[in-house]
């Protein structure tokens, strides 16, 4: 697949690789988490039903599994779905277990603290990760390919036909 074949060139040492498998998932995690904060309400006149809400994190995740049905095949279309819906799942698990304040004066609620401590450790990881390969990431290069493949990418070496 050429759009993977891009992302392959960055990702050649195996701690890199082992990096990557993990802190892709868990910023994509993150990610759907932090865009669950930002809704958007529907009216009658907009033609959807009044006051029916859309999270931001749950259009992400239709936009990423209609870009797969319609970029791959079907196996890594169907794979893809799974492995999304798995990481869409857990997330809003993630917010509905941890929706408590630590304080009655806190801003920020119990999971949304983790999740910033997620999201900004598994950016650190994957820099690391290209250090150690004495590489600069995809992202310097190609940023809307690297978005858009990166968790393709994530699950490359573990199914076959990838």
């Not at 797969?68 to 698990?93: E, Q, W």
């Not at 941890?98 to 119990?110: A, G, V, W």
Request: charged share 10%; aromatic share 22%.
């Amino acid at each position: 697949m050429e759009e993977l074949a891009f992302y392959n060139t960055y990702h050649t040492h195996p701690i890199n690789k082992v990096i990557h498998f993990f802190c892709i998932p868990v910023i994509m995690f993150s990610t759907l988490n932090f865009l669950s904060c930002f809704k958007i309400v529907g009216t009658k006149r907009s033609g959807f039903h009044n006051k029916q809400v859309f999270e931001l994190s749950f259009l992400l995740y239709n936009f990423y599994t209609s870009l797969y049905f319609y970029k791959f095949n079907m196996s890594v279309s169907v794979s893809m779905f799974l492995y999304l819906t798995i990481i869409y799942s857990y997330a809003y698990y993630f917010r509905i277990m941890n929706n408590t304040y630590i304080n009655k004066s806190d801003k920020l609620t119990i999971w949304q603290r983790k999740n910033i401590k997620l999201f900004l450790g598994a950016w650190v990881l994957q820099f690391l990760g290209h250090f150690i390969e004495g590489n600069h990431p995809a992202l310097m290069d190609n940023v809307s390919q690297t978005f858009l493949y990166a968790p393709v990418f994530s699950l490359n070496h573990l199914l076959p036909f990838f």
